[in-house]
């Protein structure tokens, strides 16, 4: 809720949402209004001078740290953002050479995912940075986003540890002196989590699971290789992240299971947009965004027959990702089943 929400909504009906705000109007003495269908604005206004001076009221005082307490008490809680992202919307921009883009519109609902493909320089990167960023055509594309059909609050751009996109990003260089387990910490208390010692397992034994090379809580975060940094990032973002839009810029080439890693990222509600140059992961989305040249050129739904492809990738990948496990364990190959009997077996 905004600051204006609160002020104007009946207080029964706030009250019934916030429980804890019958706590404020006490702390304010005025707790005779907490089943009034009137606004706390309106009943505000209806205290007299002499009531105001005989319980010690202060009237401008409730106004101004309303809005404080309702946010603190939320965050003490752990209550969840109810601004829900239900819709992200792509409005066109131009490509590099200045021509526009063709598709107009394009409405990306929670819960789809969506990959980008295109060649490397084409402005995969350069389109989740437009939604990062939320773009209001102040990017060199001039895209605009939109969240639940409308232009956000530029709020987004600058709140400190910004819900609204989790982001994962191709070049991860960590640069800070921490533990694997201090990184972590760090990262769950700034977002006010509790039972961070809990969590801290939960995210270091998925990294695991997503990394070739097992680390641990004392292993330095300088020292992680590129996979295992990447599956570090992951299972925190996966873990401690509520944001309802997840951006993910080419996991595949870090050496991690970019499967599982995509379906612990993936929940419900979320919009996710992936760039990827993994035929996989781009039939594993729902739809796939087209990038030549810095500009959107098609947007394709994955078709049946492509959903079907996939069993038969998925059924070669294993296939080669066995036999990249045999030759890093120091085996020696040997023909078994041929190709053909890998996909139809
Ligand atoms: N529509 C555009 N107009 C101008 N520059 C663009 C546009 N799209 C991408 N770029 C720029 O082109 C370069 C390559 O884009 P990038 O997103 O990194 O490509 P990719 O991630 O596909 O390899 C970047 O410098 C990016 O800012
Ligand atoms: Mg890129």
Redesign the pocket.
Known sequence: MTRDQIINTPLCELIADYPFMVTFLENNTIQRFKDSKDSLITCVASITEDESEEWAIDKKNIMSTVFDFYTQMRALLGIKDEETVKSLTLVA????SKELETFGEFTIHASEIIAIV??????????LADIEWTADRDT??NRQIKINGVVPDKKWRFASGNKLVAQLSQNMNFVMDLTVGEFIELHASSRMIEGIDEMSIKILDKANHLAGEPFTMDTPITSLSGGQSRALMIADTAILSHSPIVLIDEIENAGIDRKKALELLVSEEKVVLM?THDPILALMADKRII?KN??ITDIIVTTDEEKAMLVELEKVDNYIQAKRTELRTGARLHMGKSLLEVING
Not at 93 to 96: R, V
Not at 118 to 127: D, E, I, M, N
């Open positions: 921009g131009h490509n590099k295109g060649p490397t320089g084409s402005g995969k990167s350069r389109l060199p594309t760039a990038i810095g500009g």
